[in-house]
């Protein structure tokens, strides 16, 4: 059993879960895996590491004959995860910033989805990533786009003279553990899980030492559309400010 104190989900599995579901939110479904896949290009040669892998949304997206290793702190979302997996899918509960107690090294790809940005000692987990895979893997991160997406520091504004909806940034460049509070709109205090903000810069400098060269950064806006008065200002900066951030990077052959 993985001790679990101070990983920042205790007490928000459920939450979660239930905010994600078996197959992801609006996000993953519409935006994040119909751009997420196609970058894997996944084949029945392919193996693997879905580092923090949650409920297996992935999982359940990728070609049947794919070789799947899953990991994830969490006991209660591999519960979830478990559900339908097939044969060549298999879930291990593990910290992903410790070593891993999985003996293979020749994954040809590893993925962290939404994962990172909630992740104290990203290094580690960088660490793990290139250790269990083989020469010249893949590494696919997506997060919360870190230069737009700051929890607290970041906000939408609306300029009435140019009739402009804008990005308000209040902070980038100091590195953030913000607090992030599950059921926000239940007055009452309850349990909470953490955000932790870097500048790209930082990402950069984490990568490289773990020994990943960033082949490519992808930036991907909501699909969504408004309604309204406010729509041509709101559709066009929905276009403008990407939600999230995806580095496609490759494992170094020292």
């Known amino acids: 059993m993985v001790n679990r104190r101070n990983?920042?989900?205790?007490?928000?599995?459920?939450?979660?879960?239930?905010?994600?579901?078996?197959?992801?939110?609006?996000?993953?479904?519409?935006?994040?895996?119909?751009?997420?896949l196609p970058l894997l290009n996944l084949d029945k040669g392919s193996k693997l590491l879905d580092l923090a892998c949650g409920q297996g949304v992935l999982a359940r997206q990728i070609p049947k004959e794919t070789l799947y290793q899953g990991v994830d702190i969490s006991d209660s979302l591999?519960?979830?995860?478990?559900k339908g997996k097939l044969s060549t899918q298999t879930f291990t509960t593990a910290d992903i910033c410790k070593p891993l107690p999985i003996k293979e090294k020749d994954f040809t790809h590893a993925t962290i989805i939404l994962a990172l940005q909630n992740v104290e000692g990203p290094e580690h987990a960088l660490k793990n990533a290139a250790k269990h895979l083989g020469p010249s893997g893949k590494l696919v991160i997506v997060?919360?786009?870190?230069?737009?997406?700051?929890?607290?520091?970041?906000?939408?504004?609306?300029?009435?003279?140019?009739?402009l909806q804008y990005r308000r940034i209040d902070r980038y460049l100091t590195p953030l553990k913000i607090p992030i509070q599950a059921h926000p709109s239940q007055k009452q205090a309850s349990a909470k899980t953490w955000s932790f903000h870097r500048p790209l810069s930082e990402y950069s400098t984490l990568l490289a030492t773990a020994g990943f060269a960033i082949l490519q950064i992808k930036e991907w806006v909501s699909d969504k559309k408004s309604t309204g008065k406010a729509a041509t200002m709101e559709n066009r900066a929905r276009s403008e400010f990407p939600l999230f951030l995806t580095f496609v990077c490759q494992k170094i052959v020292s």
């Open 78 to 82: 591999l519960k979830q995860a478990e």
């Open 143 to 163: 997060l919360n786009h870190p230069c737009f997406r700051i929890p607290r520091q970041s906000h939408w504004g609306v300029d009435e003279t140019k009739k």
């Open 7 to 36: 990983t920042g989900w205790e007490g928000v599995e459920k939450w979660y879960g239930s905010l994600v579901g078996e197959e992801g939110h609006y996000y993953h479904q519409h935006v994040i895996l119909p751009r997420l």
